[in-house]
């Protein structure tokens, strides 16, 4: 399938069953508003009782945060599977972790440590280019393209390793290494429907007039939350088709 179709068929089972994919990330939002609620209440005791001892905050914020994306993980999880499966899971499935959460999350700590292995290398290859470059002129025409190139070479790695992702969260076995190779003939479309879509969403809001003002704040974030749902449906419908191509060819 073209990827324009893809894309716009990802749009279209979004549009009609938003209320499924938006209710596969409630336990997420649940877990972020009960995260704000409590370390708001601390806070505020903090400033009513100055002299309690000090509370550490550092570790209490990443134990936070670690909570929060394993919840937004399995959110993931659902959201691959009804994209592929048309899978609509109840309220006690999407709040329960399973092994299949915790192979994803591996999956997705394991993607991102290549990722930051290939970012060291395109530095070490064209790192000191690109500086000098950059160190050698103030035209941001020039500066931009620069950050543009080395953002779209990383977008393209991701974009080919990230099958491993709706891999993981339909049971499959596939390792990094081949996800690479598998995806060699899907490359194209893999860059422009994962890759570029990131990208672009990033550079129109940046053009965008900015407001200080938590309205435009949560609708900046609500343009986000629904591109990456976009962008989870266009992985898992070509994740689909390649695994439907390669069944075929047995």
Not at 73 to 85: D, E, G, P, Q, Y
Not at 105 to 134: Q, S, T
């Amino acid at each position: 399938m073209e990827v324009r179709k893809i894309i716009i068929e990802a749009l279209f089972t979004f549009n009609r069953d938003k209320v499924l994919f938006l209710r596969n990330f409630l336990p997420a939002l649940v877990t972020l508003l009960v995260i704000g609620l409590g370390l708001y209440a601390i806070d505020i005791e903090s400033k009513l009782s100055p002299e309690s001892k000090e509370f550490g905050y550092i570790p209490l914020i990443f134990l936070c945060v670690f909570a929060f994306l394993v919840i937004l993980a399995k959110s993931i999880v659902h959201t691959h599977r009804s994209f592929i499966l048309s899978e609509n899971a109840s309220i006690k499935e999407l709040f329960k972790l399973t092994r299949r959460d915790f192979r994803f999350i591996k999956k997705f700590i394991a993607l991102n440590i290549v990722m930051m292995l290939v970012g060291i290398v395109i530095m070490a290859m064209f790192g000191k280019y690109l500086i000098e470059l950059a160190q050698g002129t103030e035209n941001q025409v020039i500066l931009f393209v620069i950050g543009l190139i080395t953002t779209l070479m990383t977008a393209f790695v991701w974009s080919r390793l990230s099958i491993v992702l709706p891999s993981a969260a339909l049971d499959h076995s596939l390792s990094i290494q081949s996800a690479w190779k598998i995806s060699d003939d899907y490359s194209a479309k893999l860059f422009i429907g994962v890759g570029l879509l990131p990208v672009v969403t990033d550079l129109i809001i940046s053009y965008l007039p900015s407001f200080d003002s938590h309205i435009y704040t949560a609708l900046i974030a609500l343009v986000w939350s629904v591109v990456a749902i976009i962008e989870i449906g266009v992985l898992s419908l070509i994740y689909k088709g390649i695994t439907e191509d390669q069944e075929s060819m047995v």
